[in-house]
């Protein structure tokens, strides 16, 4: 109740990183970091290489237990559930090099991706009973419904792994879709990509938050970045040096120190 | 079209065989190819779709079969008690399903065990495994009799209207058996692996990180890969100990799993019908040299199709047939489908 009331002000915190630490024996990868994603925003996880963005990513997916600390997810404690427990409660993520099932056609990836929306198990898909047919049609018309919106109707039938690269970004994004996120957590989905490309993704990602979907993103790409971000959290050796709105971010001495000063003369010159 | 007709008209094929073919030999060399066809289904369900591979596959196939022995024969053990433990003959397919249940409860085990050990260290296990299996048929004498064999298994039966169940001595009607428990099989396997349960299971063999991410359980589903698959390898041995009608140590060995390994992988591992064609090749291999080369170069010939096959055919046998039939299809559209160009060309004018 008090969260819909509040929504008209400040939208409802999404998710929560608190007082996060991650030590890979000695070596600390994440100290203490301390963040919120709002219901509905798009917020932006920049800094260097080694920074421990992918790091954070891992511990609020669920694929790295951190030292020290608590992810919540709407109040619910992220940090003992496994990933397939996470992506139940519609937090599912990408990952950095392969997000895609390479083996499999174009439309089985994104079938895969909707394992949670299908009901049938061993005996129904033994015994095919009528509605175990009927869930394949609605899965299947979801799943063109799904490739459509990225733009990859044409490819259904095509062997993933023949993908141009920028399609398989796409698909990639097409199967976290599939598995019906709240929370999207996009780990540099536009590395690699050529200008054009990464100008189809940013409407991608924006679309995908104009449906409702949080969206936290780690990118290097920073017209990507200060196009879309509603915040950017700057992370340098594993703690948090600057928070705000992409503006502020950019004139942050602390941040132009330390990383974004090379890249905003670059962009000028 | 022609793809869906093909096993079916395949089994057609195959089950009027034995009105015009009357060599027993040849009827017994089908049956027992047969019988490992089946074997080497339950393993591509594992290794060609979920990724892993089980090189103690054939403890599987012998807990079938001894469990089916024991059962229909029937035992007394001394378990330290005042009186032994006495388990009266069963009904030969009542033995059947203990056969092809102890062997799924077995699957249940390893695959629960998979979740911990993955990839060499699965192996290993499995091996271990069978391995273990072997020493207790071996040494167990008061169940098993050891060395000695079980002798004198009773065969299967079928249910005739008006004779009721009579037991099938006939080699052309244990081949029917075979043949019925075969496309059974391959429905099965068919229908899993088309489902919502088989996209998980290659999801997992495709990206495990990736299939965890999006919700999958992937210990639960190795965990039904596992028990089905025992469970099929033991209905393939239960088919065995009542077509042979011995059962001894011996059929824990570890050349039946290769045997089973590389019929998957020759005809074409993740395929459906792989096995048959791998089976149907390195069944037969054998049996067509036997007439035209001496002994030692049988082997020879046998190892050297093989690494011909992998060499040329690394996918296998079907795969490579499939891309040859979807390239001459495909050929005359080449020129409409080439989709990176456009793109290039976009990237560079902006």
Known sequence: MSAQLAATATPPVALEVRDIAVHFSGLVAISRMTFAVPEGSIVSLIGPNGAGKTTAFNVITGFLKPTAGKILYHGTDLTRLSPDRIAALGVVRTFQRTSIFGGCSVLSNVLTGMHQRGRTETWGALLRPRWVGDEDARLEAEAAEILDFVGLQNRADEMAGNLAYGEQRLLGIAIALAAAPKLLLLDEPAAGLNPSETEEFIGVVKRIRDRGVTVLLVEHDMKMVMGISDTVVVLNHGRIIAEGTPETIQHDPDVIRAYLGQGVKHAEA | MTARLLPWLFVAFMAVLP???????????????????????????????????????VAFFGIGAYTSALLSLGF????????PFVLDPQPVWIAFLGGILMAAVFGWLIGRLAFRVRGAYFVIVTISFAQVMRMVALNWVDLTEGPMALNNIPPLTVWWPGEGFVPLYSKEHYYLLVLAVGVLSYVIIHRLVQSRVGRALIALRENESLARSVGINVTRYLVIATVVSAGMAGAAGGLYTHYIRIVDPDIFMFIYTVTMVIMVITGGKGTLAGPVVGGLLFGFLPEVLRDVARPEVQWIIYGAVMIVIIFFLPQGIVPAVGKLFSRKKKHPRHDARTPTAPRITEGASS
């Open chain 2, 19 to 57: 009105l015009w073919m009357h060599d027993q030999y040849i009827l017994y060399v089908l049956t027992s190819t047969g019988i490992f066809i089946i074997a080497a289904m339950s393993l591509n369900l594992l290794l060609g779709y979920t990724g892993q591979l089980s090189l103690g596959h």
């Open chain 2, 76 to 83: 007394d053990l001394d378990l330290g008690g005042a009186e």
